[in-house]
């Protein structure tokens, strides 16, 4: 499981009040028909949420290395894109992602309303565990510009 606090299991419920979540970015707790929905691919290939995220991340601080500590986000990245669940956003932190802000909206509109998730969509799975985790790539277009924002996003910090 990633740092971010994540809403997964959550799809399904009969129950509304589970349905409205919190952020998956700020874990802000979101009211009815507040909220924005993003796919995996939305989140990872956005820079201004990896910053966000590495910003937070203690266990950069205790790597010595620039490769180890490039080693370590590529895993994280693995990890978050391997999501096949979606995502929700507050309105503060939709500012993060370049997404079409009407169809998020929509698609959290639907998602309460049903209580199925319109996408998730992982970049890729992950099997095994630490040193023998292999990633299987099933959007490798996604998945490099995952690995280049959060590049981009650590050498920005």
């Given at each position: 499981?990633?740092?971010?606090?994540?809403?997964?299991?959550?799809?399904?419920?009969?129950?509304?009040?589970?349905?409205?979540?919190?952020c998956?970015?700020?874990?802000?707790?979101?009211s009815?028909?507040?909220?924005?929905?993003?796919?995996?691919?939305?989140?990872?290939?956005?820079?201004g949420?990896?910053?966000?995220?590495?910003?937070?991340?203690?266990v950069?601080?205790?790597?010595?290395?620039?490769?180890?500590?490039?080693?370590?986000?590529?895993?994280l990245?693995?990890?978050?894109?391997a999501?096949?669940?979606?995502?929700?956003?507050?309105?503060?932190?939709?500012?993060?992602?370049?997404?079409?802000?009407?169809r998020?909206?929509r698609?959290?509109?639907?998602?309460?309303?049903?209580?199925?998730?319109?996408?998730?969509?992982?970049?890729?799975?992950?099997?095994?565990?630490?040193?023998?985790?292999?990633?299987?790539?099933?959007?490798?277009?996604?998945?490099?510009?995952?690995l280049?924002?959060?590049?981009?996003?650590?050498?920005?910090?």
């Open positions: 499981m990633s740092i971010l606090r994540r809403v997964k299991g959550l799809f399904g419920s009969n129950q509304a009040s589970a349905r409205l979540g919190a998956d970015t700020c874990s802000a707790s979101l009815t028909g507040e909220g924005y929905l993003l796919t995996t691919a939305e989140v990872v290939t956005s820079e949420h990896w910053k966000r995220v590495l910003q937070a991340y203690p950069l601080e205790m790597l010595k290395s620039d490769k180890d500590k490039i080693l370590e986000i590529q895993q990245v693995s990890q978050t894109a999501s096949d669940t979606p995502w929700m956003a507050c309105s503060k932190c939709i500012s993060l992602f370049s997404v079409d802000r009407g998020a909206m698609a959290a509109a639907e998602w309460r309303r049903t209580g199925e998730p319109s996408q998730g969509s992982a970049l890729c799975k992950l099997e095994g565990e630490g040193l023998n985790m292999i990633v299987k790539v099933a959007d490798d277009t996604n998945y490099r510009a995952a280049n924002a959060a590049t981009k996003a650590y050498k920005s910090l």
